[in-house]
């Protein structure tokens, strides 16, 4: 069975500090590693996405790591921010068109001051 | 540029009422996939169409059908409510299907 799963559930950490958070997966055959950042009530937004060959990818504060061997990723957040607020969610596509998105149930960070 | 647009945002319904959602894809866009996102969980794979042919189907039971017309809109229809069909709805737009996706807003979806 493809599924995603995210650790921690919940996340709560002070603005300017660094966090880690964790994906694994069992999902084949598979296609590519997205993380996306969700604000509540709103159509999540893409951070980063990763293929087979690629072991990490940035997108400014977002460090996204793969390890398709032992099929974990990883989304490091440096120096967060309020804004940082959100639900993170990771999600692999499988399927024989790499369509079919299974998405982890995601980690609610909080960011307070 | 105009990102992926849902219609409408927020919708009440009825038990074993019937509800048609729709979904614009970014411009040039031919892959239009629906998801379900049941509070507090990630959203859920529920059709995918590309080229007006259905290329995926989630484990969604048969009152959920969808199309895409040759202007690459999209449909999404629930046939006979129930209350756990209350869910955010995202409709998600790429080039093919299988690289980025871009999602619109949802649309709220309340069974009462």
Known sequence: ????????QSLIILEGKNCTLQCNYTVSPFSNLRWYKQDTGRGPVSLTIMTFSENTKSNGRYTATLDADTKQSSLHITASQLSDS???????????????????AGTILRVKS | ????????????KTRGQQVTLRCSPISGHKSVSWYQQVLGQGPQFIFQYYEKEERGRGNFPDRFSARQFPNYSSELNVNALLLGDSALYLCASSLTGRYEAFFGQGTRLTVV
């Open chain 1, 1 to 8: 069975k493809n599924q995603v799963e995210q650790s921690p």
């Open chain 1, 86 to 104: 959100a639900s993170y969610i990771c999600v692999v596509s499988a399927g024989e068109y790499g369509n079919k998105l299974v998405f982890g």
């Open chain 2, 1 to 12: 540029d105009a990102g992926v647009t849902q219609s409408p945002t927020h919708l009440i």
